[in-house]
């Protein structure tokens, strides 16, 4: 079967089990999962959707999300759509008589739905992370490119190969860095409820040449001062000060008035203020994260590597992206992210351990082993949430896993040989090709390799001698039908899931 029509059977195959095009209000996708909004969640036939081969697993969070790994998302999400489409312009006009309900008491109706489906994650501290990640992950795809372009020229300048490719390659592999700050502004205004063009033209202040020119606090400004957390706080004042004038201006002048006054007020504070305060701000972060590795080694890389998968369990860990990102600017990597790929590392032994330990539980064993490929390759979903956090202690042992690659990682650093990676997303052998460090290529990929097999051995020596109880073992080490559930954002309910078992997206796991 051809690619594309692969593409839309699966496709084809997902659209009915979520209640057909009619129900469907809104169709994205991130790295790994198809997001949907649904006007009505009942609809959803969970059990024939995890059925579906291409699917990994599903969680219901904000939307409803179904897993389908990196690369699958991306070629079965047009055709979706373009079934959505198709359905929905075909679908014939509702008949009076068979509709019961009012306008109004549909849309009081569906607005009650949602916001009970909101309700357990709608804390503010939750819902701002939630923000900061819709900014930062777009822009995965450009940094992933881009980062493994500069990396095939570090190469081939290292070798002193195609002297006249390597200019042009790095060209490509700066151009997206020299201007992220405007694509974090145009996100951010688009996040914030702004108009995303002003949100961008006021970010792309930060980066223009000709700021080298003013001074601020005593100083000169230097073009790009500030970063990405500078475009972020210009953006959302932006936002702030367009929706002030779209209350106050007239109408008859807010076309004029308003972007006007949007770019001049928050350009100036940006100019005279944010620019210096993130500036300050970007560099504490670099030289902490420098200063923590370099004198904490092997005792941060523990705490990191083995603390990451409970973040990940409570949504924390979309804080840690705009730091990725803001070292990536001021260093071209970030020493944060190999660290934390180790808990995923972690996990890979702990699966391998418990399929081992359950010889008998055929639905397990079948999830581990369909599970393991994606989790070498730094997708962890499945094994996470269809292995080791429902059985319990073994998604312990997989911290502890991850708490010693990390420990590996973080010694060589404290010995001075820093392993980064230019792009965030990727992690465990797909980190390979996004590897930079500060002692060439070799070295540092040599270190990496090293964590990630601390990291499996570690985890599964712990899973297999500490990991199972003898209540636990005598309950789960008997054959068993496969048996799959839904996972909310609290977490799963079942253990034995096949291939099909619910995830929640780890970002670097």
Known sequence: MATEDKNRATAAAILPLVGGAANVSSVVHCMTRLRLGLHDRSLVQDEALKAVPAVMGVVEDDTYQIVLGPGTVARVTPEFEKLVKEGQESAPAPDPAATPLTAEELATQGAEMKAARKAKNATPFKLFLRKIANIFVPLIPAL????????????????????????????????????????????????????????????????????????????????????????????????????????????????????????????????????????????????????????????????????????????????????????????????????????????VGAAIAVFFRLPRNESIRRTIKSALPAGFLGVGEPLIYG??????????????????????????????????????????????????????????????????????????????????????????????EPAASTVTASGPATVGAGPEAPAKEPAGV
Request: aromatic share 10%.
């Open 144 to 347: 992933i490119g881009c980062g493994i372009i500069a990396g095939l020229n570090g190469l081939l300048v290292n070798l002193e190969w195609l002297p006249s490719v390597t200019p042009a390659l790095a060209a490509m592999a700066s151009g997206f860095m020299a201007l992220i700050a405007v694509f974090v502004g145009y996100n951010t205004a688009k996040e914030f409820g702004g108009t995303p063009i002003l949100g961008g033209a006021v970010a792309a202040i930060i980066v223009f040449p000709g700021v080298a020119n003013i001074e601020a606090f005593g100083q000169k400004l230097s073009p790009g001062q500030g970063g990405v957390l500078g475009a972020l706080g210009a953006a959302v004042l932006a936002v702030y000060v367009e929706k002030w004038c779209r209350r106050w201006v007239p109408e008859a002048l807010d076309v004029l008035v308003t972007p006007t006054l949007t770019v001049l007020v928050s350009g100036l504070v940006t100019i005279f203020g944010l620019m210096y305060v993130a500036g300050e701000v970007s560099t504490a972060i670099g030289t902490f994260a420098d200063w923590l590795l370099s004198n904490g080694g092997a005792g941060a890389g523990l705490v990191l590597g083995g603390f990451f998968l409970p973040l990940v369990m409570l949504g924390l860990h979309q804080a840690l992206i705009p730091i990725h990102t803001t070292l990536i600017e001021q260093q071209g990597y970030t020493v944060l992210l190999p660290i934390l790929a180790m808990a995923g590392a972690g996990q």
């Open 387 to 480: 292995v080791s956090l429902p059985l319990g202690r073994p998604f312990i042992t997989a911290c502890v896993g991850g708490a010693f690659g990390g420990a590996f990682v973080g010694f060589f650093n404290q010995l001075g040989d820093a392993v980064g990676s230019t792009a965030i997303g990727p992690s465990g052998w797909a980190l390979f090709p996004l590897l930079d460090g500060n002692h060439g290529l070799g070295a540092t990929i040599a270190i990496y390799a090293g964590g990630l097999v601390v990291g499996y051995l570690a985890g599964f020596v712990a899973t297999y001698f500490f990991g199972f109880s003898k209540d636990l073992l005598a309950e789960f080490n008997v054959s068993q």
